[in-house]
């Protein structure tokens, strides 16, 4: 059975740090893409971040770049959203989802097949 789990979400000051992880398991994560997502109340789900399988290239949204990084580790079946500088409009549920080995043109969620249950971040002071 195909699973992905997000954690590492919580309460941060604004200009805060969280790291962000989405683990797999039933599946090889080597062959697949990993695409981030937010969704804040009462907002549609955001595409954020993106990692290929292929050959790791990957994709921000242009509000989070320079301050969000993601990797992936294919051996711990995980990849990570590096956060930093966090503002109170990163505020959000985020989700983490498997799709083909590329990460779309631009982001859409109907691209990715197995998606997480998502994880708070709350920047606040």
């Known amino acids: 059975q195909q699973q992905v789990v997000e954690s590492g979400g919580g309460l941060v000051q604004p200009g805060g740090s969280l790291r962000l992880s989405c683990t797999t398991s039933?599946?090889?994560?080597?062959?697949?893409?990993i695409g981030w997502f937010r969704q804040a109340p009462g907002k549609e789900r955001e595409g954020v971040s993106c990692?290929?399988?292929?050959?790791?290239?990957?994709y921000y949204v242009d509000s989070v770049k320079g301050r969000f990084t993601i990797s992936r580790d294919n051996a711990k079946s995980t990849v990570y959203l590096q956060m930093n500088s966090l503002k109170p409009e990163s505020t959000a549920v985020y989700y983490c989802?498997?799709?083909?080995?590329?990460?779309?043109?631009?982001?859409?969620?109907?691209?990715?097949?197995?998606w997480g249950q998502g994880t708070q971040v709350t920047v606040s002071s």
């Open positions: 039933g599946f090889t994560l080597d062959y697949y893409a």
């Open positions: 989802a498997t799709g083909p080995p590329a990460c779309p043109l631009v982001p859409a969620t109907d691209w990715y097949n197995y």
């Open positions: 990692i290929s399988s292929s050959d790791d290239s990957t």
